[in-house]
């Protein structure tokens, strides 16, 4: 893949550092490291061609998944807060929670229940 635009890196040709592309009512690019003064049409005709390799960005791996028989496969339930909320499905006295602004400001936040023992999660807008 290829793209084509005007003027996207613009070096100082004195000291190479990285100049500011001119806007259209600026008639002269000044480099703010050696205060070189270069003419902004010398940049109107320069067009920079960027390419991407099809291998450059490569997916990431995926974790790996437990399984269902795995006997931490409940660990990420227990980590957040605790509220001494019965489990509506196995009856535990604890719940974890956390909270998340999901709707408008002036609109309470949403509550997020699980349970430790079984796995059952809700929520509540509040």
Do not use: W
Not at 96 to 101: E, G, I, L, M
């Amino acid at each position: 893949m290829s793209t084509h635009q005007k003027h996207s890196l613009i070096f100082c040709p004195d000291c190479g550092s990285l100049l500011d592309p001119p806007t259209t009512s600026e008639t002269a690019v000044q480099c703010h490291l050696c205060s070189c003064l270069l003419p902004s049409a010398a940049f109107d005709s320069l067009e920079v061609v960027t390419q991407s390799s099809v291998t450059a960005f490569t997916t990431r791996p995926m974790p790996k998944k437990k399984n269902a028989g795995d006997e931490d496969s409940m660990a990420h339930l227990r980590d957040g807060a605790t509220i001494k909320e019965r489990c509506p499905k196995c009856d535990a006295p604890e719940m974890v929670f956390h909270t998340a602004q999901l709707r408008s400001a002036d609109e309470g936040q949403t509550v997020f229940y699980s349970c430790v023992k079984c796995g059952f999660k809700e929520k509540l807008n509040s």
